[in-house]
C-alpha cells in the first residue's frame, strides 16, 4: 500500500520547500559606529548632612578597547539645592573600577570625581547637572529622603538545633583551624531575635528602607584583632520582607523543618512601608554568630609536611554591641538594590559606572546613571558577656 506514503509526502513537501527557503534567506545589517555619540554617565549616592560626591564618565562601546575609553577629558558639575544654585562642585581626582559586564567582560573604567562643599539635609530636592564639550548637558534630581525614628528595640535568645541562617555564600562562623582540645561548642546555635519598633515620616507615596545590623568593636579587644562586621539577616516572620512569607522560627523549631537550609539570607533585608499602620512598624528578625570567638594558633614548623601546620592554644569569646541600622532610600536607589546591585561603603558612597547598553535603570536625563539619595538612622544594642562556662564556644 504505497498511496498512503505518497500522500504524506506530497503534504509535508511545500513545507520543507519553504524551510529550506527560509533556512538561505540572509538579510544584510549595517552597523554605523563611527556616526555614534557617548554619552555622559553619572553616578553618585547623596547622604544627608554629608558632602556630595558624583562620579562621572562617558559611555562607549564594548568593541572600544582604548585604556581611556570612559575617560571625560573635560566636564563641569553644577549643583542646585531646592532650586537654588549653590555651586560648581569640584573635581578632586580620577578613580578607576574593572566591574563585571553581563557578559563577563572586566574594562578599566576611568572617573572623574566631583565632591561639593555642601551638605544636603534631609528633605532637600537635590539637582547635579553635568556638561562637557561636544556632549548634551544631563541633569539628575533626587529628594534626600527623611530617616526613620526608631522608637524601641527588644532583644530574646534562643536556640534551635540546626542552623537558621544560611548566608546567599560560603561562610563559617567557626575556627578554619579548630579549637584547643580543651574547648567545645555549645549543643545547639544560639540566635538572637530583635524587634525594632520604628515610625516614618509622613507621605502619600511609599517609602523604602534597607535593613543592616553590625557588630561594632568599641575598645573591648585591645589589639586590632577582629573588625566591624555585617550580620546575616532572618526576616522570614516580618510580612513586609516578603510578599509571600515562607513558614516562620516557630514552624521551623517545631517540625525540625529542613526548609531554612534550603533559603539562602542576605545581609541586607529591603522592605516598604506599605504593611505600615498609621506609619508604624515592629520589625521582626534574627540574626546569629552574635558573639565573636577568636583563637590564637601556633605555627608549628614540620619538614615532613607541605603545608603549615597551626595548633590553636587559646581561644576568647568577645561580646560587642550590635548596630541596627535602618536607611531610608529614594525610589530610583530602591530599586537599584532590589536588582541585585551593591555600592561601595563609605561616607561617600558610588556606584559601579554604567555601560552602554546598560541603561534600564537610570534617572539621569540625556545621559546614564543613577543619582540617589539615602538617610540613615540607628540604634545600639549591647551585648551581655558570653553565658557559657570557660571552656565552651557559642555554635
Wanted: with cysteine; proline share 7%.
Amino acid at each position: 500500500m504505497m498511496k498512503p506514503i505518497r500522500t504524506s509526502l506530497q503534504r509535508i513537501l511545500p513545507t520543507l520547500v519553504l524551510l529550506g527557503a527560509a533556512l538561505s534567506c540572509e538579510k544584510e545589517m549595517t552597523l554605523n559606529l563611527k556616526n555614534r555619540t557617548p554619552k555622559i554617565v553619572m553616578n553618585g549616592i547623596i547622604v544627608s548632612d554629608s558632602l556630595i560626591e558624583i562620579n562621572v564618565s562617558k559611555s562607549f562601546l564594548y568593541t572600544d578597547t582604548a585604556a581611556d575609553k570612559s575617560l571625560l577629558r573635560e566636564a563641569s558639575l553644577r549643583l542646585f539645592i531646592n532650586g537654588d544654585e549653590r555651586e560648581t562642585m569640584r573635581m578632586t581626582g580620577i578613580d578607576s573600577t574593572r566591574p563585571i559586564t553581563p557578559l563577563g567582560y572586566q574594562p578599566l573604567l576611568l572617573q572623574l570625581v566631583f565632591r561639593s562643599t555642601v551638605r544636603p539635609r534631609a528633605g532637600d530636592r537635590v539637582r547635579i547637572e553635568a556638561s562637557a564639550e561636544g556632549l548634551p548637558t544631563v541633569w539628575a534630581e533626587t529628594v534626600v529622603p527623611l530617616p526613620p525614628d526608631i522608637l524601641h528595640v527588644d532583644t530574646a535568645t534562643f536556640f534551635t538545633s540546626g542552623k537558621l541562617i544560611r548566608p546567599d555564600y560560603a561562610y563559617s562562623s567557626g575556627s578554619d583551624f579548630g579549637y584547643p582540645d580543651t574547648v567545645s561548642e555549645e549543643r545547639d546555635f544560639r540566635n538572637l531575635r530583635i524587634k525594632a519598633e520604628i515610625k516614618v515620616a509622613p507621605s502619600d507615596a511609599s517609602q523604602y528602607f534597607m535593613l543592616q545590623t553590625y557588630t561594632r568593636p568599641n575598645g573591648i579587644v585591645e589589639e586590632s584583632r577582629v573588625s566591624a562586621r555585617r550580620l546575616f539577616l532572618y526576616t522570614d516572620d516580618d510580612p513586609v520582607f516578603l510578599e509571600s512569607p515562607p513558614n516562620g522560627i516557630l514552624e521551623d523549631i517545631l517540625t525540625e523543618s529542613n526548609s531554612g537550609m534550603e533559603r539562602k539570607h542576605s545581609d541586607k533585608a529591603f522592605f516598604s512601608d506599605n504593611l505600615f499602620r498609621n506609619k508604624r512598624h515592629t520589625l521582626d528578625f534574627s540574626v546569629t554568630n552574635v558573639y565573636e570567638v577568636y583563637t590564637v594558633y601556633e605555627k608549628i614548623e614540620d619538614e615532613w609536611s607541605y603545608f603549615p601546620i597551626y595548633k590553636p592554644i587559646k581561644t576568647e569569646v568577645f561580646h560587642f554591641p550590635l548596630e541596627v541600622s535602618i536607611t531610608t532610600l529614594s525610589p530610583e536607589l530602591y530599586r537599584y538594590y532590589r536588582k541585585g546591585n551593591d555600592v561601595l561603603n563609605s561616607d561617600a558612597e558610588a556606584f559601579n559606572m554604567f555601560s552602554e547598553p546598560q541603561t534600564s535603570l537610570t534617572n539621569v536625563h540625556n545621559g546614564i546613571g543613577i543619582v540617589g539619595a539615602m538617610s540613615v538612622a540607628s540604634a545600639q544594642i549591647d551585648i551581655p558577656p558570653f553565658p557559657g562556662p570557660a571552656n565552651v564556644v557559642p555554635k
